[in-house]
Each structure stands twice: as structure tokens, then as C-alpha cells.
């Protein structure tokens, strides 16, 4: 039997509907604009607010002692592609989000979807989070076949890969999605008003807590892309983004700088793909680096090629080779403190000092930082960066 142990203050007594739960939430939301105040419960709760322990300068509710919640947050959002039928995964997610960071920072979460949010997601969702939750529908035109795809072309494609077996080679909306991924989500009206975003999706874990703000160290830094863990990505799912990419490379070298990560992206000078990817299913970046006119050239190239559905381009490889060549590798960050699960991959520190720091419950054992299949090491290796103590323990 497995037991599930949630603090009760965190679930409201009774979720209000109608008019009163949008009166609920709008007194949420302006709650979660003062981090040194918990957001108020439905109207049948008592106030909740973080009182000082006797004793200590620390609020009551636990907050990190390297966390500052009294100061100016970043503008910054967290940011999820859902559907209805998503939502006790993204619960999941929520849950762990908030426990590991966010009831110490109360920053704003975005949900997108190509549906309208059904009544309950919103209420579930706007009950779990700490920060003002925000619903977007997207528009067609960014969740659809643009008018220069051959479609007749783009269904062979995909009955030929359901043939070989191909993973989600056989999906349109897989497709609609990686491409939205790619070039939309942060043209969605509701993204245009932040700097910054962190991408959650439905059923991951955090296996650390995070006490310290990664947007702020993010931009102290000079940070605009960060990733957690790095793979090959399937060979067969991209045949000709590489023949794409150099396409733009030639078309706009203006937009390359002197130095970037090439050495990561290829083992042969930039002849070739050697398929290194960050798994974007994590990633905290900067809003401002994908509204750039590179980045935008970058993806209306590969757009007009036609890979996202003549092939199956997902947006992990489409975001990695564009931070790859058209970022400085000083502006792209490993977060290794951040304990992290998608199915099927595990970072968990490698430190075994850092997973004691922050609580962290992952198996040293699951890291796949430096296992054969991981591109990690190679981006140690380019960046001459030392590996953790440990590292070689967790090798194949």
C-alpha cells in the first residue's frame, strides 16, 4: 500500500463555482502578487499568512533559508501545453512544482491548449498553484497544416513511419504540437507580457528542493537556455533537418556568432548531425531570445521545408540546434541541482552533498547524466567544464 501525505492547508475546504469561484480567484491572484503572503483559501477558508517562528526570522510553512521571498520576483511564468484529459497528470506536476519551489515564489502559471479549459481543469489547477493561473486557446492557424504543406504527401509520410514502427510517426497532433513547440507558444498573447519561462509538463517529478530562483540566476547570469538532460535523438525522425539547418546557416550569417556550441551539435565541423539534443520537455529560457529576429529566421526556414510533417522534427532538436548555433555557449546552463523525471530518464545530482542539501529523493543509481546515451558528457567535455565528483560511479 502507498500512502499519499498532502498538507491540508493546501487544499481548499470548498471549491466555490460560478461567479464566486472567479471572485476566489482574482483575490488569489493578488494575493500571489506579495510573496510573503500565502494566497487565501475559497471563501470558506480562514486567511492563511506566513507568521514569523518564534525564534527565527523564518515564516512559518518552511521557506528555503537561501530563498528571498521579499524580493522583486522576475517576470516570468511557468508555461504548459494541456488538455482536458490531462489533468491529474499535470496535478502531478503542480504538486511537485509548488512543494519544491514555488509556495516560495508564487510566480504565474500559463496553460495553453488548442480546446477551451473545461470548468474543472480550472478550478482544479487554479486551487493547486500559488501564483496567478492564466488559460489560453490557441489559434488555429498555429495548430494546423499551414496552406504550403502537401497534404496528401504528409499522410503517406505518416503511414509509411506506423509501418516501421516509427514513435509517434503515425500522429498528427504530435506533429501540430512539436511544431507549436517550435515556433508559437511564445507568440501566445498571453506569453507576450513575460521575459521569461520555465515549461512544465503533465506527470513529471522533482526530486530536489530548489532554494534559490532559476530565472534570477538565469539573468545574473546571462543565461537565455537551460536544460536538465540531453540525449540522441531518434535518426529517423530527422533525415534532413541538418540539410535545413546549414540552408539557414547560409542564408543568415549574420545571426551565427564566432563562437557557439557546434562542436556539441556535430563531430565533423558542421558536415553532419550528430543528433545531441536537450530534452525540452524541461527548459527554462528566455522569452526574448525566441522573439529574436535569429531565432524567428531560424524557424521560418525550417517551417517552409516542410520537416515537422514530411519527417516528424520535434521541437527538442529544433530548440537545441538553434541554441546550439545561435548562442554563445556561456549563455546556455545545466541545471544540476535540479532533481528532475520525465518517462523514461532521471537527473538526479550527482553530488552527493547537493542531494543531501536539498532534500533530494532520486536514486544516484537513475542518473542518466552519464550514461552512453546521454549527450551530457560531450557538453562537459566541449566547454572544458570538471565532471562532479562521483560522475564515473553512474557510468555504464
Not at 480546446?115 to 496567478?132: C, H, M, N
Not at 533525415?239 to 539557414?248: A, E, G, M, R, V
Request: with cysteine; charged share 25%.
Amino acid at each position: 500500500m502507498i500512502l499519499y501525505f498532502i498538507s491540508s492547508s493546501s487544499i481548499p475546504k470548498k471549491i466555490p463555482t460560478g461567479s464566486k469561484f472567479e471572485s476566489w480567484r482574482a483575490k488569489k491572484e493578488a494575493n500571489s502578487l506579495n510573496p510573503g503572503v500565502s494566497p487565501e483559501g475559497p471563501p470558506s477558508s480562514e486567511e492563511n499568512i506566513l507568521a514569523p517562528v518564534p525564534g527565527s526570522s523564518m515564516p512559518a510553512g518552511g521557506l528555503s533559508q537561501t530563498a528571498s521571498p521579499l524580493e522583486p520576483k522576475m517576470n516570468a511564468t511557468f508555461v504548459t501545453l494541456a488538455r482536458n484529459s490531462d489533468l491529474w497528470d499535470i496535478a502531478d506536476s503542480i504538486r511537485a512544482v509548488e512543494d519544491r519551489f514555488n509556495r516560495n515564489y508564487h510566480y504565474d502559471w500559463v496553460f495553453l491548449n488548442d480546446k477551451p479549459f473545461d470548468e474543472t481543469f480550472k478550478k482544479v489547477t487554479t486551487a493547486l498553484i500559488s501564483g496567478r493561473t492564466r488559460y489560453g486557446q490557441i489559434d488555429k492557424e498555429h495548430w494546423s497544416f499551414p496552406e504550403f504543406i502537401d497534404q496528401d504527401k504528409a499522410k503517406d509520410v505518416r503511414e509509411d513511419m506506423a509501418r516501421r514502427k516509427i514513435i509517434y510517426g503515425d500522429s498528427t497532433s504530435y506533429r501540430h504540437m512539436c511544431r507549436f513547440e517550435s515556433g508559437f507558444f511564445f507568440r501566445q498573447p498571453l506569453m507576450n507580457e513575460y521575459e521569461w519561462y520555465w515549461r512544465v509538463e503533465p506527470s513529471i517529478k522533482l526530486f530536489c528542493d530548489i532554494s534559490f530562483d532559476p530565472f534570477k540566476y538565469m539573468a545574473d547570469h546571462g543565461k537565455k537556455y537551460s536544460f536538465v538532460l540531453s540525449l540522441y535523438e531518434y535518426a529517423e525522425t530527422i533525415p534532413t533537418i541538418w540539410d535545413s539547418t546549414k540552408k539557414f546557416m547560409k542564408l543568415h550569417p549574420e545571426h551565427i556568432p564566432e563562437e557557439n556550441s557546434m562542436k556539441w551539435l556535430s563531430d565533423d565541423g558542421g558536415e553532419t548531425y550528430n543528433h545531441c539534443h536537450f530534452w525540452s520537455n524541461f527548459e527554462v529560457g528566455n522569452l526574448n531570445w525566441l522573439r529574436s529576429q535569429a531565432y524567428l529566421d531560424f524557424f521560418d526556414v525550417l517551417d517552409k521545408d516542410g520537416g515537422f510533417f514530411y519527417e516528424r522534427w520535434g521541437d527538442a532538436p529544433v530548440h537545441s540546434i538553434a541554441a546550439g548555433i545561435l548562442l554563445k555557449p556561456e549563455e546556455i546552463h545545466f541545471f544540476e541541482d535540479i532533481g528532475y523525471w520525465h518517462v523514461p530518464f532521471t537527473h538526479c545530482p550527482t553530488s552527493e552533498q547537493k542531494r543531501l542539501d536539498n532534500k533530494c529523493h532520486c536514486n544516484p543509481k537513475d542518473n542518466f547524466d552519464w550514461k552512453g546515451y546521454s549527450c551530457t558528457s560531450k557538453w562537459f567535455d566541449m566547454n572544458n567544464m570538471d565532471k562532479p565528483q562521483g560522475y564515473k560511479d553512474q557510468s555504464d
